[in-house]
């Protein structure tokens, strides 16, 4: 054999130079261009709709937020006016599709974007039977599988990342002086770093499903499951013990998360629903708008509402954003061992 | 210099043995006919040699004592999987593409030329070309890693007669014009018989016959084709015994 002599191979050789990570960039590139574009198209055309919107609400929230004297009858009346039109939740077709109904379909892109382009990374590779031919190929495929999870994984949380900011911006008016709170589980996953967190958990998710079970549409359905359950209930259950929640017998800031209320006594704490059971209908049907605190007074209860002030949003998002990010390292990480292991 | 060195070797998928116990050495510089009927475990032991599955007892080594799919092992054979799997979406060119940025060795040249020789447009998706243009394209982009060993599963099974033959050619002309080692599976050893100069019969994972097909010519005084019906009409009796 002539090959045995190639000078490349002479036995004791210094360690062989590796496939450098330029070149699998540009196989990951090449391989997944239609599905990066088809993302690109879909937060595209959200971004049109976005901006078009924002335009139009960012320049009739400058006339409110110009309005003098503030607070006078006319200026409450033209933020009433904008809320109206532009927040949503009314019967007509304009207001159904405001900043409400906006935000919350916003909620499901990450796993979407992250699904689509998750999991078929791997799945499709074990479906067609190409994984035969990239894992038999010089670069290794240890080194294939992390140069393609690296580069759609960085993209992935780049692109999002960015996208909040045009979603800030869209969203200033409601957010500049605390009509909606930042830590609303319906703004937060839309700011700051969750947004791209939680895109970067659905694609993790996505790849690790595709590894697991090895066919694109079960490992999507298994995401789209996993991922609704984890942000629903890190909204409803998880987000609120980050920090112990500070609690108040007035009424929260404007701008705070309310979380919910309950009275403390001489008999102890009680949630606000066996308050009213205990109230007697006379007070609770009362004409008398002070019939309930009176009542409240007279047996020494103290009411409590508890809430997450806006101040801490960022240390919040550090917190959610971290998390999120050793999860989705984690699967990513899982994903590359089983590609590893896994016999043909 | 043994190209594939096997010590008693097996694989178990769940419960079932699908090699077992197989000890051969491959010598360099032949066209190694690995034959068998369907489930023998060809594929098992092609898979093991390229490094996509790993043994479950034994070992087996490559060009002469590398491990099986270490780096070394990866940059020195090209294989060929059943079917000829290659990424469907991708032009044939593109294709080139992404197998040059995978591997260290590439011989771009040789690869365009090869399909250029062959008619196969670079602008066409793998997709939509034909199974024996499907099955050039993967053999040229084995080819183009300039391997010291080239390993086929089942190629031919896909093919009409005219693109085995074809393919076949392409195959010894690599043998005259480089000197490598090629070792091939198939379950017809009729099309192999011209080509082949060392034989291996597996059957229900075992080795039954290796070696040299003009020593085991002239040894059995038939053709390869009957040595091969013979072994495995034995080792069927057997079983049933």
């Not at chain 1, 006078?72 to 159904?96: I, P, Q």
């Not at chain 1, 869209?170 to 700011?191: C, E, I, K, M, T």
């Not at chain 1, 049907?285 to 009411?303: E, R, V």
């Not at chain 2, 593109?94 to 011989?107: F, I, K, Q, S």
Request: glycine share 8%; hydrophobic share 50%.
């Amino acid at each position: 054999m002539t090959a045995i002599t190639t000078t490349t191979r002479a036995p004791g050789a210094a360690r062989r130079r590796p496939v450098p990570w330029s070149r699998l960039a540009w196989v990951t590139y090449r391989q997944h261009r239609p599905a990066l574009i088809g993302a690109a198209v879909f937060l595209g055309l959200i971004s049109v709709y976005l901006l078009i919107m924002g335009l139009q609400m960012n320049h009739a929230y400058a006339q409110v937020a110009s309005c003098k004297p503030a607070g006078s009858e006319a200026c409450l009346h033209l933020k009433n006016s904008f809320n109206r039109t532009y927040w949503g939740g009314g019967g007509s077709a304009m207001e159904a599709g405001g900043a409400q109904t906006v935000s919350s379909l916003m909620l499901t892109v990450p796993v979407l974007l992250g699904a689509f382009l998750g999991a078929p990374l791997l799945a499709r590779e074990f479906e067609t039977g190409t994984f035969r031919f990239a894992w038999t190929q010089g670069c290794g495929r240890v080194r294939w599988a992390v140069s393609k999870l690296a580069l759609l994984a960085v993209t992935v949380a780049g692109v999002t990342w960015a996208f909040t900011e045009l979603f800030t911006w869209y969203y200033h008016g409601f957010l500049a002086d605390g009509q909606v709170s930042r830590l609303l589980p319906l703004a937060f996953g839309l700011l700051g770093v969750a947004f791209a967190a939680w895109t970067l958990a659905a694609f993790a998710l996505a790849v690790f499903f595709g590894a697991l079970i090895r066919r694109t549409v079960p490992a999507m359905a298994a995401t789209l499951a996993t991922w609704t359950v984890l942000a629903i209930g890190t909204a409803v259950a998880i987000r609120q013990h980050y920090q112990a929640p500070l609690k108040t017998t007035g009424n929260p800031p404007n701008d705070a998360w309310v979380l919910g209320s309950y009275a403390t006594g001489p008999h102890g704490q009680l949630s606000v629903n066996q308050l009213y059971q205990q109230a007697p209908a006379s007070v609770l049907n009362s004409h008398d708008p002070n019939a309930f605190t009176n009542w409240l007074a007279q047996h020494h209860y103290t009411l409590w509402t508890s809430y997450e002030p806006a101040s801490r949003f960022w240390h919040f998002q550090l917190i959610e954003g971290g998390w999120l990010l050793a999860l989705s390292v984690l699967l990513l990480v899982a994903a590359v061992w089983m590609v590893r292991r896994r016999a043909a | 210099m043994n190209v594939i060195e096997c010590t008693e070797l097996g694989k178990r998928y769940r419960r079932t043995w699908a090699l077992r116990n197989c000890t051969l050495s491959i010598p360099a510089g032949h066209v190694v006919a690995l034959v068998g009927p369907n489930g023998a475990g060809k594929t098992t032991l092609l898979n093991l040699a390229v490094g996509l599955a790993t043994a479950t007892a034994g070992a087996v080594s490559v060009l002469d004592g590398i491990p099986a799919g270490s780096p070394d092992a990866l940059d020195r054979i090209a294989f060929v999987a059943q079917d000829a799997p290659l990424y469907k979406n991708l032009p044939a060119g593109a294709m080139l593409g992404v197998a040059r940025n995978l591997n260290r060795r590439w011989d771009d040249q040789r690869a365009r030329s090869r399909l250029a020789g062959l008619g196969i447009p670079l602008n066409k998706k793998v997709g939509q070309l034909s199974g024996g243009q499907k099955a050039q394209l993967a053999l040229t982009i084995a080819l183009a890693r300039r391997p010291d060993l080239l390993v086929l599963d089942e190629p031919l099974a896909a093919l009409d007669p005219l693109a085995r033959h074809d393919f076949m050619v392409s195959v010894m002309e690599t043998v005259t014009a480089d000197g490598i080692s090629v070792v091939l599976s198939s379950h017809v050893v009729a099309e192999l018989e011209r080509v082949a100069s060392y034989l291996i019969v597996l059957s229900s994972g075992q080795v039954t016959v290796s070696g040299k097909a003009d020593e085991l010519v002239a040894a059995h005084g038939t053709s390869l084709e009957q040595i091969v019906l013979a072994s495995m009409r034995e080792s069927e009796s057997g079983v049933a015994a």
